[in-house]
């Protein structure tokens, strides 16, 4: 569903879709391993010829088919990755990805792109959070009813209400940056990631340089089997979307017709219905709320994935090939939705003072 043509702009953005789509991906593939040859060349492991040669290869020397027809035979995408690139360097068979195994390229890679994701997603974040600022200036000194429990409280302030937010998704910006200090990591480590094969210390000149070159930390030893910086990553953006579906939640619950104190700025045909013609349905808060919480639940899956047997264990690392990518995809839709939502977001403050009026002479009657 996320790559219908008529849907897939309602559930991510076409900038997310880029960074993970098919394309991408064998593109982050080829660039890990031609990065890894020129730092192996570097310390004299592979001739630098041979990275060069590996360097010169692209997307184009690669048959698609022939890589879906050795995925489903062996299970994994980078054997006949490697067989391709082999078969276009035949002088230089021996050394295209030496000394790597399958789990070195796919999780470099999938660091590379959760690296250019969550760049994508704080550049989003910082256009909704404008977004509120605005309705924080515009609304300085409007009240509203405040609301406890489903009940009527005591008057607040807009401005608070909006502030609230805004301090929720700073904290929500902050925690994505500090887990991605934890989990955009390289992974250079072999067979079962102890740097294997390597002598005189190459293996790790070799793993800081490609670190380096890729803007990724390290972790020593390896983090193969230890799943916990890609969950930080993912949960962080769990809680972010946790945090959007409630705002979009309260935004959508107070455009109701009940209360109507918020509403969407009007477009000819926005949010009609094909039943019921004097309607004028809020969609971004609805979207907004909907993706979020899809967003939300993908993220909760990354902790059953953190569970390794031993020093790999390809039954739950399969899942994050899944679960990773679309909650990124979903966090980018409900943050798209939540800047369209806080953008075209129209207060009535008439319509929250005679709240206000109506809630002060029923409790002066009640007295």
Request: hydrophobic share 40%; aromatic share 4%; net charge negative.
């Amino acid at each position: 569903m996320l790559d219908y043509a008529i849907y897939r702009d309602c559930f991510s953005s076409a900038e997310m879709r880029s960074i993970w789509s098919e394309h991408a991906t064998l593109s982050a593939w080829l660039k890990v391993e031609q990065v890894l040859a020129a730092h192996q060349a570097a310390v004299g492991l592979i001739p630098a010829e041979a990275a060069e040669a590996i360097k010169a290869v692209s997307i184009c020397d690669l048959d698609c088919s022939e890589l879906q027809a050795e995925m489903m035979l062996v299970g994994r995408p980078i054997v006949g990755l490697v067989r391709q690139m082999r078969s276009v360097l035949p002088d230089h068979t021996a050394h295209v990805h030496f000394r790597a195994t399958t789990q070195d390229l796919m999780d470099t890679a999938m660091a590379l792109q959760m690296k250019l994701g969550l760049e994508s997603l704080q550049h989003t974040l910082q256009c909704v959070t404008a977004a509120i600022d605005h309705q924080i200036s515009s609304h300085k000194d409007t009240m509203m009813m405040g609301r406890t429990n489903g009940q009527h409280a005591v008057p607040i302030h807009l401005a608070t209400k909006f502030k609230v937010w805004r301090s929720e998704l700073e904290r929500r910006s902050r925690a994505l940056r500090e887990a991605a200090e934890r989990g955009l990591n390289v992974q250079i480590g072999g067979p079962v990631g102890d740097l294997r094969g390597y002598e005189n210390g190459t293996g790790q000149q070799v793993k800081k340089g490609v670190a380096a070159s890729l803007g990724l930390n390290t972790v020593e030893p390896h983090w193969q089997n230890a799943r916990d910086g890609v969950a930080d990553i993912v949960m962080a953006l769990g809680a972010l979307c946790g945090t959007l579906c409630k705002i979009a939640h309260n935004v959508n619950q107070l455009s109701s017709s009940d209360i109507g104190e918020f509403s969407e700025a009007y477009e000819p045909g926005k949010g009609i219905s094909s039943a019921m013609g004097h309607k004028r349905n809020q969609r971004a808060s609805e979207f907004g709320e909907a993706v979020a919480r899809l967003g939300r639940q993908r993220a909760e899956q990354i902790g059953e994935l953190t569970l390794h047997e031993h020093e790999r264990s390809g039954g739950v690392w399969i899942g994050e090939w899944i679960v990773v990518p679309e909650t990124f995809l979903l966090t980018s839709g409900a943050l798209q939705w939540s800047e369209q939502m806080l953008k075209s977001l129209v207060a009535d403050p008439d319509a929250m003072r005679r709240l206000l009026v109506d809630s002060s002479q029923s409790s002066v009657s009640c007295t």
